[in-house]
């Protein structure tokens, strides 16, 4: 009698272990990102791993607008922070930085300022004070040609001509987003210049591996593999140091939850208004992937690490969101409720010769990886 009962509650606990079958998730309206821009057509294209990941891309600013991933139970949620509209990337300035690439120097340049054998060049002022991701209208601001399309891959061209935005030089750009099988969204960047330039290119995608407004990513876990920040003041320009984190609330070198320590009594945090710092994986521009950090989220098992050839990497903890914007699901995106992990050179490198260098000769060619790789736990 007991192994009549018992049998049913076996296959009750085995059905509780077995992964649901995930459901293609609804995707957003192609038609809404038809537009013209400087005479350029915009469009949304959607890509595919073929094993679970959809990821939809606009050639406005190289955006991310979409990137379904299942949970382990196989249910999608879009885990980046966006917009369901065209206009609403073209009309606003408030939450500009949703996704795109930035550049040509992303994170700040202080004072808008910096010298190149000689010449200093002046930047458009975009953050108190400072230049912030390229300027007014950087690479996110432009619409780049599809050069070619693929069910998972897609190639994007662009020629900044000398002076954009007071940086010099021609630079010629080649960017490829792509799904591999093994769920990795991969980003290859390329870059040429015909005079001395600096480049410092990075993708800004803000996740919430929970899904678009749904809650707080202080209880993320998050591994940064770092053992120095480079401080910044309180305009968030690097100080020029390197900052052990050994001991701070800079320390990820174990992963433990994003709110532990974010409103602790520190300088950096306050700076920062929160983490908006970058950590130095390597004190030189080596060119070598290493997987540099892992966010995971415990109720929905989500895994998204992070693999660069870049000798920094920026975590920006949301601390700007305000509520006062709504995203493509119509929820409020809300205080921390978004980060960024961004591989780069480090901010305002120009500045600093003991930083690893940002410059870009005509011969040279500007590369870079970043690999965002999604599983579930």
């Known amino acids: ?28 309206d192609a038609r809404h990102f038809d537009a013209v821009l400087d005479n350029k057509n915009i469009a949304l294209y959607t890509l595919e791993s ?6 939809q891309v606009t ?8 990137l379904f991933t299942p949970d382990r139970k196989g249910h999608y ?14 009309y606003n300035n408030s939450e500009r930085c949703l996704g795109p690439v930035v550049g040509r120097y992303a994170n700040r340049i202080a ?22 991701h390229g300027g007014i209208n950087g690479l996110d601001g432009v619409v780049w040609n599809v050069e070619c399309l693929s069910k998972n891959e897609i190639r994007l061209s662009y020629l900044s001509p000398d002076g954009e935005e007071g940086f010099p030089g021609t630079v010629q750009y080649e960017m490829v987003y792509t799904l591999t099988p093994e769920n990795e969204f991969k980003i290859t960047y390329r870059a040429v210049t015909d005079k001395p330039t600096v480049i410092n290119l990075s993708h800004h995608g803000v996740f919430n591996l929970k899904g678009e407004g ?5 209880d993320h876990e998050l591994a940064i593999y770092a053992d120095a920040i480079t401080p910044v003041n309180e ?15 800079f320390d990820f070198r174990t992963p433990h939850a994003i709110g532990l320590h974010i409103d602790d009594d520190d300088v950096q945090l306050k700076n920062g208004k929160g983490y908006d710092h970058n950590w130095v994986v390597s004190r030189e ?7 540099v950090a892992t966010l995971y989220e415990p109720v929905c098992g989500r895994v998204m690490e992070v693999w660069s050839d870049q000798p920094g990497i920026q975590f920006y903890s949301g601390n700007f969101f305000n509520g006062t914007v709504k995203g493509k699901s119509g929820k409020t995106l809300n205080h921390r409720e978004g980060l960024a992990l961004e591989t780069q050179k480090f901010p305002d490198s120009p500045n600093h010769p003991n930083f690893p260098s940002t410059r870009l000769n005509p011969g040279e060619t500007y590369t870079q990886t970043c690999i965002y790789k999604f599983s579930t736990k």
């Open 1 to 28: 009698m007991k192994r009549i009962l018992l049998f049913p509650l076996l296959l009750l606990c085995l059905s509780s272990c077995v992964k649901e079958k995930s459901e293609a998730p609804a995707l957003l």
């Open 50 to 55: 073929g094993n679970g990941v959809y990821m």
């Open 59 to 66: 050639n406005f600013g190289g955006r991310v607008v979409s």
């Open 77 to 90: 949620e879009d885990i980046v922070l966006g917009y369901e509209h065209i206009n609403r990337y073209l």
């Open 111 to 132: 004072n808008g300022q910096f010298t190149l054998d000689g010449t200093t060049y002046q930047l458009p002022i975009n953050n108190n004070g400072q230049t912030l």
């Open 214 to 218: 749904n809650g707080t990513i202080l």
């Open 235 to 249: 305009f968030l320009i690097p100080t020029g140091e390197y900052m052990p984190v050994e001991g701070t609330p």
């Open 285 to 291: 521009a080596d060119g070598r992937l290493r997987h």
